[in-house]
């Protein structure tokens, strides 16, 4: 086995954000339909969805990797972007095909969210315009894993609309590396836009509670969230962006589990 050529692949399908999205899907596809070929359907499908959309990413941004990212696998040489189009490509197909079987408003959602992705990934779409349709991607999660009532879409506006705030500031933490292949940098005032989502995501947290949707157990880990938006908020504002991801990652650990101890 070539481990060097394994490595590379793991980190083409990049494992932790796969996994985050993975992890919401079994929470609630489980809380809402049990252990059963629906859930079952519903996990797989979202797994090789969003495999397929980092392969394809990578195929497509091979290039500009070659000169921001050279230690990728495509400029690597492990893998070339034909063989990463092909598995990507692949990966797309099962994922529609798992999806043909679920409920039709799943499958119409589903389809919904597949080609914002392919959108995504190869339309060079504004920082703000990427940033509103990569939220939006994260909450269509939340109504296609579960029974689409309030609290599964005020679940999914608390993952979904950090995101915005999240997007834009990997684009001003990108930013230089953006300029050498030619694309523009954010302007200066869409750190506000960032600043503004975090801060009305620590809002829109406390929704479940004051509309008597969750109990108690909600809360200590929420309020680590809300600690978390905060903080992202402040940073955006002073154009201080190494650390979203660490405080992003925190944020959604905690917003998972507060959902987890809530569908327990």
């Not at 079994?26 to 797994?47: A, E, P, Q």
């Not at 696998?73 to 798992?98: D, H, W």
Request: hydrophobic content about 55%.
């Amino acid at each position: 086995m070539d481990w060097e050529k394994l490595k590379g692949f793991i980190k083409l399908a990049r494992v932790r954000h796969t996994a985050q999205v993975v992890g919401i899907v079994t929470i609630f596809s489980i809380r809402s339909h049990g252990f059963s070929t629906l859930s079952t359907l519903v996990i797989l499908s979202y797994l090789f969805l969003f495999l397929s959309f980092f392969l394809l990413d990578d195929a497509y941004d091979y290039k500009s990797d070659q000169i921001v990212h050279p230690e990728r696998a495509i400029p690597k040489g492990l893998f070339t972007s034909r063989q990463v189009y092909f598995i990507g490509a692949t990966a797309l197909l099962v994922s529609i095909l798992f999806a043909s079987r679920l409920l039709f408003y799943q499958f119409a959602l589903f389809l919904v969210a597949t080609v914002l992705g392919i959108a995504l990934i190869f339309f060079n779409f504004n920082s703000l315009i990427r940033a509103i349709l990569t939220a939006f991607q994260i909450w269509i999660v939340f109504p296609i894993s579960a029974f689409p009532d309030l609290k599964i879409l005020i679940f999914g506006l608390i993952v979904g609309l950090p995101h915005i705030g999240g997007s834009i500031s990997k684009h001003f933490i990108h930013s230089s590396g953006d300029e050498r292949i030619g694309l523009s940098a954010p302007p200066i005032w869409s750190k506000y836009i960032a600043a503004l989502t975090f801060f009305l995501s620590a809002a829109v947290i406390w929704l479940p509670v004051l509309l008597d949707l969750v109990t108690w157990l909600y809360i200590p880990p929420i309020f680590i969230t809300f600690v978390c938006c905060i903080l992202l908020g402040v940073m955006a504002l002073k154009g201080h962006y190494p650390k979203v991801y660490f405080y992003g990652g925190i944020g959604m650990i905690s917003s998972l589990l507060a959902f987890l101890l809530e569908s327990a």
